[in-house]
């Protein structure tokens, strides 16, 4: 299993970004897949996870209302808009599979992307 992550950048406070993570293998369908970030000097964190179906999302009070989490199953994808976006929003954002069973838990992903830098300037 194989998971890529695009659509960093450089953004001005206020803007948005959409971030994909394209997942290769067949176990997509079945996971549940998350969005964390990373600042710098800091531990990696929950944002928001999406079930197998994209029946339940799930999100981090810092980023819940401002960013949006999707997936396309034929397309093997999952997106994360990112709306409202702070500097605080400033991290290293990485996907991974959900392999525990704590949705916001690191430890319970695996599988993971080599993260997609997001910059937030004020």
């Known amino acids: 299993v194989q998971l890529v992550e695009s659509g960093g950048g450089l953004v001005q406070a206020g803007g948005s970004l959409r971030l994909s993570c394209i997942v290769s293998?067949?176990?997509?369908?079945?996971?549940?897949v998350g969005w964390f970030r990373q600042a710098l000097g800091k531990e990696r964190e929950f944002a928001a996870a999406i079930t197998d179906t994209g029946g339940i999302t799930v999100y981090s009070d810092s980023v819940k209302g401002r960013f949006t989490i999707s997936r396309d199953n034929a397309k093997n994808t999952v997106y994360l808009q990112m709306n409202s976006l702070k500097p605080e929003d400033t991290a290293v954002y990485y996907c991974?599979?959900?392999?525990?069973?704590?949705?916001?838990?690191?430890?319970?992903?695996?599988?993971w992307g080599q993260g997609t830098q997001v910059t937030v300037s004020s």
């Open positions: 991974a599979l959900q392999i525990g069973a704590r949705i916001r838990v690191v430890d319970d992903y695996d599988y």
């Open positions: 293998g067949r176990t997509f369908s079945r996971s549940t």
